[in-house]
């Protein structure tokens, strides 16, 4: 489950791991329809960040990152993430697979 430190009014430090991955994953899955085009960024996308260097608000991709967290880390100046490489990688395997059936079914 993630983990979020307050280090101050600005700035928040949050820690994810495998599991975080899987309930994003699965979150999605579940709502295939409402986050398909995040889905489907997210899968194009990791790979020009080599995956671990990926922005959740680079393409605004982060609800399904803001869902599972139960927090909107824009209501603070600055946040850091810390995950592990599982996280990444996990969570990319899952939404190219959900893209894949996204372009299945508008195909």
Do not use: W
Request: glycine share 4%; net charge negative; proline share 3%.
């Amino acid at each position: 489950m993630a983990k979020i430190t307050v280090i101050n009014q600005k700035k928040i430090e949050i820690s994810v791991d495998l599991d975080d991955a899987l309930t994003m994953i699965a979150e999605a899955g579940n709502n295939v329809n409402l986050y398909a085009n995040e889905i489907v960024t997210i899968a194009e996308k990791m790979p020009e960040f080599q995956y671990t260097y990926f922005c959740f608000y680079a393409y605004d991709t982060a609800a399904l990152f803001e869902k599972m967290l139960g927090i909107d880390p824009k209501q603070y100046l600055s946040f850091s993430l810390h995950a592990p490489d599982s996280f990444f990688y996990t969570l990319y395997g899952g939404m190219k697979m959900l893209s894949g059936i996204i372009s299945q079914n508008r195909a």
